[in-house]
């Protein structure tokens, strides 16, 4: 079974520029997570999806942050236009369903955004 | 408050046993206590995670104490592969990972 996978792996941009994250979920799960790490810092929540709906999204940091989830499937998270406060790895994590809080959320890989 | 107190790093020999303690001090009755891990340049990994009573699966073993003020994640055998940084949190609402510092284990050959 595919793992939490995310693309692109790495991102450079200038600041000011538009960069979109794309995530896929393991199938079948209809929660989703959005975290980010950025230099030296903690890993943050930003957000949460059930299905395609925004759960929780508490943990955005400004409105320059969207994130959509088309037909509760992937998962995209654009940031427009992208700071240099941006940069930073950016994890999505996906779960089967409930919030009871014993879940398991499976990471992936996530993306390296770095803005010049 | 869904903080919890880990040291900040610990060191191992390769083949001994691993005791990685954490701090619940504020915890309640129905908060599931998370252990995730982080390898080098690799997303969290989940590692175990328990209510009530210990826990083992094949990565490791959970021991909640008593009082669920505190618990103990264990791995029987630290190799190599076990350097990271160990995470233990209390999902809030949602089921959301607060992760703080986490503990970095270094594994010495």
């Known amino acids: 079974e595919a793992g939490v996978t995310q693309f692109p792996s790495h991102s450079v941009i200038e600041k000011g520029q538009t960069v979109t994250l794309r995530c896929d979920p393991i199938s079948g799960h209809d929660n989703l997570y959005w975290y980010r790490r950025v230099m030296g810092k903690e890993i943050k929540f930003l957000l949460h999806?059930?299905?395609?709906?925004?759960?929780?999204e508490s943990g955005m940091p400004n409105n320059r942050f969207l994130a959509e989830r088309t037909g509760g499937t992937y998962s995209t998270l654009k940031v427009q236009p992208a700071e240099l406060e941006d940069s930073g790895v950016y994890f999505c994590a996906s779960s089967l369903g409930g919030t009871s809080g014993a879940e398991t959320q499976y990471f992936g890989p996530g993306t390296r955004l770095l803005v010049l | 408050d869904a903080k919890t107190t880990q040291p900040n790093s610990m060191e191992s020999n390769e083949e001994e046993p691993v005791h990685l303690p954490c701090n619940h001090s504020?915890?309640?009755?129905?908060?599931?206590i998370h252990w995730y891990r982080q390898l080098p340049s690799q997303g969290p990994e989940y590692v175990i995670h328990?209510?009530?009573s210990n826990v083992n699966n094949r990565m490791a073993s959970l021991a909640i104490a008593e009082d669920r003020k505190s618990s103990t994640l264990i791995l029987h055998r630290a190799t190599l592969r076990d350097a990271a940084v160990y995470y233990c949190?209390?999902?809030?609402?949602?089921?959301?990972?607060?992760f703080g510092g986490g503990t970095r284990l270094m594994v010495k050959p």
């Open positions: 949190i209390r999902p809030r609402a949602g089921n959301m990972l607060t």
């Open positions: 328990g209510l009530t």
């Open positions: 504020t915890i309640s009755g129905t908060d599931y």
């Open positions: 999806f059930v299905k395609e709906s925004k759960q929780d």
